[in-house]
């Protein structure tokens, strides 16, 4: 054999064992991206987004990443999203974290208790998500989920839900809205037998009260059990968070005796049975509670004072309730004009 030939052998070699071995160590040294965030556009190439990473010194250069992408069969698969990576991650890793698009995913908190006008302000509020329903009613917000017709309220349940860069309000609301069909029917076909509640619809309506009455997980299904009660005697369940919802903007944070007594298809104390719609969005525990009440003899229920109430059976009962937790064991002087009331009034059963 030729010595140039040998030459060239040798040289080829070596380059081989240098490239081969430059190729490793840029594919397996630890990289320091930093706390920075890293964008993947839509439709961006490999190539482009491994000359960013480099020009931020993420990446020593560009050529030898996008070569082991080809080799490997990962240079089409990038998912579009904002990238924070790790410090100390090789760039095998890095390429792994993009194409299987684990994006940095951003919280909206939606809490129980609230209306669907608190989670849309909640979610309008929410950084790097599309606003793609602003200014729609909620009419037309539930003809763009499908829903034409339904009432928004209670039909979306109360949750953290995450999003990524560029996501729409559509997805959190859509993913919120089949979140609460599925827990809705699955603890409707588990209800308790014999409740005086036509369907499903009315149990999460009743839910919501339920929600608004108390925070307190140990008296949901006490509270749910009074409301329960009310019902099958035909009586009013007189709660106060159902005036409130049907007086809307006007209600200023203060329940008057007039409002009590303004009807309203909402108000539960001049109308019999559940009011319309739900009047909040309702948690597991409360829907659950609804469906599942405690069996007592209750019909009235009184605050304490300290976030938990006291419960009667009869309205001489309540009435003595009324009197130590309300009134602090002192009546009045000259009695007033009776309000009935679920909750602290002194009502006679309807």
Sequence with gaps: MPPWLIRLAVALLIAVVVGNGY????????????????????????RSFAR??????????????????????????LKPGEYR?????????????????????????????????????????APKLTQALAGMSPATIMERLGRPGEHPEG???????????????????????????QLLQREWEGRENNLPLKNAYEALILASIVE??????????????????????GMRLQTDPTVIYGMGKSFDGNLRLKDLRRDTPYNTYTRRGLPPTPVAMPGKESLQA????????????????????????????HNLAVLKYQMKGKPRKAPAPAVPSAREQNPKPN
């Design 23 to 46: 190729l490793f160590w840029a594919w397996n040294h630890a990289l320091e991206p930093g706390a920075e965030i890293y964008e993947v556009k839509p439709g961006m190439p490999l």
């Design 52 to 77: 960013e990473l480099s020009a931020r010194g993420v990446l020593p250069e560009s050529h030898s990443f996008v070569w082991l992408a080809h080799l490997t069969g990962r240079d089409r698969g």
């Design 85 to 125: 990576f790790r410090d100390g991650m090789t760039a095998r890793e890095l390429l792994d974290q993009i194409v299987a698009g684990r994006v940095i995913e951003y919280p909206v908190v939606l809490l129980e208790g609230w209306t669907f006008q608190q989670f849309l302000a909640t979610i309008r509020a």
């Design 155 to 181: 039909r979306f349940f109360p949750a953290t839900y995450y999003y990524s860069s560029g996501q729409t309000d559509i997805m959190v609301l859509a993913n919120a809205y089949e979140k609460m069909q």
């Design 212 to 233: 608004k009455e108390t925070g307190r997980a140990d008296e949901r299904r006490l509270i749910a059990g009074v409301f329960i009660n009310r019902l099958r005697h």
């Design 290 to 317: 609804a469906l599942h009440p405690m069996v007592t003899g209750a019909l009235f229920f009184v605050a304490r004072g300290d976030g938990s109430h006291e419960f009667s059976s009869t309205l001489a009962e």
